[in-house]
T-cell receptor
Framework: RKEVEQDPGPFNVPEGATVAFNCTYS??????FFWYRQDCRKEPKLLMS???SGNEDGRFTAQLNRASQYISLLIRDSKLSDSATYLC??????????????FGKGTLLTVNP | GAVVSQHPSWVICKSGTSVKIECRSL??????MFWYRQFPKQSLMLMAT?????????EQGVEKDKFLINHASLTLSTLTVTSAHPEDSSFYIC??????????FGPGTRLTVL
């Protein structure tokens, strides 16, 4: 089983649509979870951290279910500028080399006018 | 979010030369920085973890003598690709760990070895 597995995509949606990304991780000891977005030929940019209580930032909502080792990202009212690759990212335990991030392969989203 | 800079943003060099890439955290101190490599249409691959004041930890399959890492201060880590060859051509990205374990990435360095 891959360490971090995401929907393979790609997703093509019209402007205004709601899009949901799913992600599962294999290491139950993982401590921190994030969603990043990466535009073509650019670096990843942190979109939001993900907490067990769930968190929302404007049109973006992230959820974490530790029991099922599942992470999700919901984008409401999608905009053209949301077009990017969305990366599910997991970090191990704190301390030592466990700060390292494990990336999913990413899901490409294209929002069409 | 926190700002991480990387320099140079792109470099073209001849085979056999060495290339040094700098990564700086501009508005925070980072005891841990990371170096990644990304080939076209592939995921980021962690190369090494750079800890301030100590030796870097390399991932399996990454040659430590070829990819020299120095983390001399809390705001600067450098990666030197020694005796670069065409197969080293890639997009090299650093990241710095901030509070709450969030990592912020530099804009990347596109290396082309002729």
């Amino acid at each position: 089983r891959k360490e971090v597995e995401q929907d393979p995509g790609p997703f093509n949606v019209p402007e205004g649509a709601t899009v949901a990304f799913n992600c599962t991780y294999s290491n139950s000891a993982s401590q921190s979870f994030f969603w990043y977005r990466q535009d073509c030929r650019k670096e990843p940019k942190l979109l939001m951290s993900v907490y067990s209580s769930g968190n929302e930032d404007g049109r973006f909502t992230a959820q974490l279910n530790r029991a099922s080792q599942y992470i999700s990202l919901l984008i409401r009212d999608s905009k053209l500028s949301d077009s990017a690759t969305y990366l599910c990212v997991v970090m191990g335990n704190s301390g030592g080399s466990n700060y390292k991030l494990t990336f999913g392969k990413g899901t490409l989203l294209t929002v069409n006018p | 979010g926190a700002v991480v800079s990387q320099h140079p943003s792109w470099v073209i060099c001849k085979s056999g030369t060495s290339v040094k890439i700098e990564c700086r955290s501009l508005d925070f101190q980072a005891t841990t920085m990371f170096w990644y490599r990304q080939f076209p249409k592939q995921s980021l691959m962690l190369m090494a973890t750079s800890n301030e004041g100590s030796k870097a930890t390399y991932e399996q399959g990454v040659e430590k003598d070829k990819f020299l890492i120095n983390h001399a201060s809390l705001t600067l880590s450098t990666l030197t690709v020694t005796s670069a060859h065409p197969e080293d051509s890639s997009f090299y990205i650093c990241s710095a760990r901030a509070i709450r374990n969030e990592q912020f990435f530099g804009p990347g360095t596109r290396l082309t070895v002729l």
